[in-house]
């Protein structure tokens, strides 16, 4: 049962652009939602987060925004650059448990 | 520089062998948590522990052990009984404090194969 679920396996936007990557979940005890950044053999690094009490974050180039009606969040990334090339990971925490649930991630590829 | 170091970065063992992975952090994290990914699949939980001397079974802890007998220590032992175990393994760790959002910060990973 995929709780976190990335439909899009990969994407491609021309450099300059936006990037907009879409995340669904079907746990209404998740309260705390991530986007990490995956290089190939490298570990995932932290990119934006977003607590289920708000709709919206930004920081620099990524905002994420979240519908909790629709349990759906999504990250934008404006302008895209070719090293935003890379795969993202969508995440939501259990608060009651403190686990955190990954999607299956999408690759992102920037054309300059 | 803090953070979390996961060794070796490849690995290779014998059908019927078990076999550790190293995971060590100096962030002063409680929490720490063991991922496997494998090829187009996201990362998946295998154990988790937020405190010393107690850690919590995943999603996916069949074939695998942990322990943790100090804060800066989570290491994952992958038995025989692991069917099939190459795969990706990534160590994370967080703080651990239900009123604070805090994000998990991961190592560079271990890629265990089978000879």
């Known amino acids: 049962d995929q709780q976190v679920k990335q439909n899009s396996p990969s994407l491609s936007v021309q450099e300059g652009r936006i990037s907009i990557l879409n995340c669904d979940y079907t746990?209404?005890?998740?309260?705390?939602f991530l986007w990490y950044k995956k290089y190939p053999a490298e570990g995932p690094t932290f990119l934006i987060s977003?607590?289920?009490?708000?709709d919206k974050n930004e920081d620099g180039r990524f905002t994420v925004f979240l519908n909790k009606s629709a349990k759906h969040l999504s990250l934008h990334i404006v302008p895209s650059q070719p090293g935003d090339s890379a795969v993202y990971f969508c995440a939501a925490r259990d608060g009651g448990y403190q686990k955190v649930t990954f999607g299956t991630g999408t690759k992102l590829q920037v054309i300059p | 520089d803090g953070g979390i170091t996961q060794s070796p970065k490849y690995l290779f063992r014998k059908e019927g062998q078990n076999v550790t992975l190293s995971c060590e952090q100096n962030l002063n994290h409680d929490a720490m948590y063991w991922y496997r990914q494998d090829p187009g699949q996201g990362l998946r939980l295998i154990y988790y522990s937020q405190i010393v001397n107690d850690f919590q079974k995943g999603d996916i802890a069949e074939g695998y052990s942990v322990s943790r007998e100090k804060k800066e220590s989570f290491p994952l032992t992958v038995t025989s009984a692991q069917k099939n175990p190459t795969a990706f393994y990534l160590c994370a760790s967080s703080i651990r404090d239900p009123n604070q959002d805090q994000p998990q910060h991961f190592g560079d990973g271990t890629r265990l194969s089978i000879l």
């Open positions: 746990n209404s005890m998740f309260d705390y």
């Open positions: 977003i607590s289920s009490i708000k």
